[in-house]
Nanobody, 121 residues
Framework: QLQFVESGGGLVQPGGSLRLVCAATGSTLDSYAVGWFRQVPGKEREGVSCISSRGDYTNYADSVKGRFTIARDNAKKMVYLQMNSLKPGDTGVYYC??????????????WGQGTQVTVSS
């Protein structure tokens, strides 16, 4: 059983950058693919990016391709999401979870508290 804690969110101007961190506890991480998802106000959760258990495969939503980069360090039991060229439409609460890659948000059994990302002038 894995548990995840998200951090690294904050307030940033359009065009700015943030790095989100997903820290896993409760089990080894190297057997699990991990996805980042986001909840935009008034919208359903959507998949943003994911990475395979070994880090040899990554996937990105069309809306973030070329701007976001996912990475993982299994020894540290952490997954990262580097977010560049941020847009107001990226505003929302970001979550990480063990998932298929790519995965569907509506198939995730449980969620952590997430981390808030706000892109605004």
């Amino acid at each position: 059983q894995l548990q995840f804690v998200e951090s690294g969110g904050g307030l940033v101007q359009p065009g700015g950058s943030l790095r989100l961190v997903c820290a896993a506890t409760g089990s080894t991480l190297d057997s699990y693919a991990v996805g980042w998802f986001r909840q935009v106000p008034g919208k359903e959760r959507e998949g943003v990016s994911c990475i395979s258990s070994r880090g040899d495969y990554t996937n990105y939503a069309d809306s973030v391709k070329g701007r976001f980069t996912i990475a993982r360090d299994n020894a540290k039991k952490m997954v990262y999401l580097q977010m560049n060229s941020l847009k107001p439409g990226d505003t929302g609460v970001y979550y990480c979870a063990a998932s298929a890659c790519p995965g569907r948000a509506d198939l995730i059994a449980s969620w952590g508290q997430g981390t808030q990302v706000t892109v605004s002038s």
